[in-house]
Antibody, heavy 115, light 113 residues
């Protein structure tokens, strides 16, 4: 059974940084693209970033490019999202999802950016 | 970017009756490889999203056969043949053909009349 468990969400001040993690199990992590998707409170889904199997291809939505960095550690079956220069409008639940087609999702981790 | 537009945004349905959600793309979603990367997701209240349908009409494992997807080009539909109480939630379409970025529709809220 595929399991994705996010962690690292917290309350942070505008301009601050946070690193999210996603622990994967139940599938061959090193063979899968991985994605981050977020959902602001009461709002819809927004794709944030994804990364290929080797970590050599990374894509970002325009609003986070240059501030967020997606990475992975295949030896640890883990996906990461380093978030810098956080803004109030980055407040959301951040989901880790398997593949570019988002075939499995984690439970999400809440990031709140507020002073 | 491919803009995805869903309708209606709110859909009250009667238990046991059919329901239909439309998703339209600003560009054809037929990829250069011949596939059409249009997926449907369900998000029940308080839960994470779950993929129901991939590449227009393929049901994911464990998805009841009352859910079906259809369409081509720019127009797509998710149908529920007979709505059950557990189908309450928000449904999203998402395209992956013109990516990045991968883009979602606004979501359609399904509830029981």
């Amino acid at each position: 059974e595929v399991q994705l468990v996010e962690s690292g969400g917290d309350l942070v001040q505008p301009g601050g940084s946070l690193r999210l993690s996603c622990a994967a199990s139940g599938f061959t992590f090193s063979r899968s693209w991985m994605s981050w998707v977020r959902q602001a409170p009461g709002k819809g889904l927004e794709w944030v970033a994804n990364i290929n199997q080797a970590g050599s291809e990374k894509y970002y939505v325009d609003s986070v490019r240059g501030r967020f960095t997606i990475s992975r550690d295949n030896a640890k079956n883990s996906l990461y999202l380093q978030m810098n220069s956080l803004r109030v409008d980055d407040t959301a639940v951040y989901y880790c999802a398997k593949g570019r087609g988002l075939d499995n999702w984690g439970q999400g981790t809440l990031v709140t950016v507020s002073s | 970017d491919a803009v995805m537009t869903q309708s209606p945004l709110s859909l009250p349905v009667t238990l046991g009756q059919p329901a239909s959600i439309s998703c339209r793309s600003s560009q054809s979603l037929v990829s250069s490889d011949g596939n059409t990367y249009l997926n449907w997701f369900q998000q029940r209240p308080g839960q994470s999203p779950r993929r129901l349908i991939y590449e227009v009409s393929n049901r994911d494992s464990g998805v009841p056969d009352r859910f079906s997807g259809s369409g081509s080009g720019t127009d797509f539909t998710l149908k529920i043949s007979r709505v059950e109480a557990e189908d309450v939630g928000v449904y999203y379409c998402m395209q992956g053909t013109h990516s990045p970025p991968w883009t979602f529709g606004q979501g359609t809220r399904v509830d029981i009349k």
